[in-house]
């Protein structure tokens, strides 16, 4: 049986990944990348948790190295990250001032209070979903287009903070699909992929059978 390994850290909602998955990967808790053994690992960043904590976890495990590298070389094996998992790839977050990001992604995230009039938002619920017009489209990659097209399948999610599109960041960048939701008419970035990367703002583990497919199919 394939690999995973799912990175523990607190706060996290690692009990929801290994559930949705432990029936077709082994999966394997750690929290260093001494302890993996794969030379092409499949890795997983499971979602919530505080930006701060989460960016310094990784920072302290000596993380950055090896993520950039499945990020940026095809042959470095696969990841997947969600929600805060994805945001701390980023450059920075309004959820902890003054603390970079791994500067992976070339995206800002911001309290959503920046696309509602009332200071205590959560973007929570099932959304839709839609691929960026230009560049790389979600069926480009293999991957079923239903699941951003069928009303039934949109994801689920739950969080505070997000980044809207940047079409200078996906210029530079445009050998990836990116996904949007939209909140009070502005594009909010839903997703970025690769062949061997999948960030997610949503979660795709909370998100019924076709999203739980979805990830089984990556990292096959």
């Not at 290994?18 to 302890?35: D, M, R, T, V």
Request: proline residues 3%; aromatic residues 14%; hydrophobic residues 35%.
């Amino acid at each position: 049986m394939k690999k995973i390994y799912l990175l523990n850290i607190e706060g996290t909602n690692t009990a929801n990944v290994k559930y949705a998955l432990e029936n077709n990967f082994h999966i394997e808790l750690i929290l260093s990348p001494l302890q993996i053994e794969d030379e092409e690992p499949n890795i997983i960043l499971p979602g919530n948790g505080s930006f701060g904590y989460y960016v310094s976890f990784l920072k302290k495990n000596n993380w950055i190295s090896k993520l950039s590298s499945i990020i940026n070389d095809k042959k470095g094996g696969k990841l997947f990250s969600i929600c805060s998992g994805f945001q701390v790839l980023g450059i920075s977050s309004e959820e902890s001032k003054g603390v970079d990001g791994l500067k992976i992604i070339d995206f800002n995230f911001k309290n959503l209070k920046n696309y509602f009039e009332s200071p205590l938002i959560i973007n929570i619920g099932r959304k839709n979903i839609s691929n960026i017009e230009t560049g790389i489209q979600f069926k480009d990659l293999g991957f079923n287009e239903d699941l951003i097209k069928k009303f039934s399948m949109r994801p689920y999610f739950v969080h505070g903070f997000a980044s809207e599109i940047d079409y200078k960041s996906i210029a530079r960048y445009p050998e990836y699909c990116y996904l949007f939701t939209e909140i009070n008419k502005r594009k909010i970035l839903a997703g970025m992929f690769s062949e061997n990367f999948s960030g997610t703002q949503f979660h795709p583990e909370l998100s019924g059978s076709e999203w739980k497919d979805f990830m089984i199919r990556f990292f096959k």
